[in-house]
């Protein structure tokens, strides 16, 4: 079983949807929580990034964090064209800066 | 804030050249940089850990000799592909981390596409 599960098949939505990515992991030691967008040929920008359970929200992003399930969530509300890009989870444990990545969700948003 | 520059963006050269890969955290200090290689349409994969002043920490199956780390400040980190051959065509991507009590989050640079002929 992989640390990190993310479903990588591609999600294509229509402009002002919400998207609903997650990730499920299988470490109980994980206690930082990432979601990083992936443009083409560029690399990985922080989105959020949240400690321990609970949620966190950022203008039209939502994270997250179910512990207890070994669950982690993105939203996206009112989705953009913009917002087309590969959606990556990450995760790390205390003391541990290394991260266990999520293969990553390409979203398309239609406009 | 967090931003780390990676140079250069993309580089093609002849097969046995040694490249030289450059970030730099521009507005923080990187205790750790990290070092990831990415095949097309799959997750990233680390390389090498490196802490500023001590030696980079390669993952199993990395060639330390072949991929050469160097953390020579808290704001810049060097990854050479020395003897480059084919097979190391790859997108090449970096990460820093800051000073903290708790965990830090990685910031990325843009990548480095690599193509060797």
């Known amino acids: 079983q992989k640390e990190v599960e993310q479903d990588p098949g591609p999600l294509s939505v229509p402009e002002g949807a919400i998207v609903s990515l997650n990730c499920t992991y299988s470490?109980?030691?994980?206690?930082?929580f990432m979601w990083y967008r992936q443009y083409s040929r560029k690399g990985p920008e922080l989105l959020m990034y949240?400690?321990?359970?609970g949620n966190k929200e950022d203008g039209r992003f939502t994270a997250q964090v179910d512990k207890s399930s070994k669950y982690i969530s993105l939203f996206i509300r009112d989705s953009q064209p913009s917002d087309s890009a590969t959606y990556l989870c990450?995760?790390?444990?205390?003391?541990?800066?290394?991260?266990?990545f999520g293969k990553g969700n390409q979203v398309v948003v239609i406009p | 804030g967090a931003v780390v520059s990676q140079h250069p963006s993309w580089v093609i050269c002849k097969s046995g050249t040694s490249v030289k890969i450059e970030c730099r955290s521009l507005?923080?200090?990187?205790?750790?940089m990290f070092w990831y290689r990415q095949f097309p349409k799959q997750s990233l994969m680390l390389m090498a850990t490196?802490?500023?002043?001590?030696?980079?920490?390669?993952e199993q199956g990395v060639e330390k000799d072949k991929f050469l780390i160097n953390h020579a400040s808290l704001t810049l980190s060097t990854l050479t592909v020395t003897s480059a051959h084919p097979e190391d065509s790859s997108f090449y991507i970096c990460?820093?981390?800051?000073?903290?009590?708790?965990?830090?989050?990685?910031?990325f640079g843009d990548g480095t596409r690599l193509s060797i002929l």
């Open positions: 990460s820093a981390s800051g000073l903290g009590n708790s965990n830090q989050p990685q910031h």
């Open positions: 490196s802490n500023e002043g001590s030696k980079a920490t390669y």
């Open positions: 990450a995760m790390s444990a205390s003391g541990n800066n290394r991260l266990a």
């Open positions: 470490n109980s030691a994980f206690q930082y």
């Open positions: 949240t400690y321990s359970s």
């Open positions: 507005d923080f200090q990187a205790t750790t």
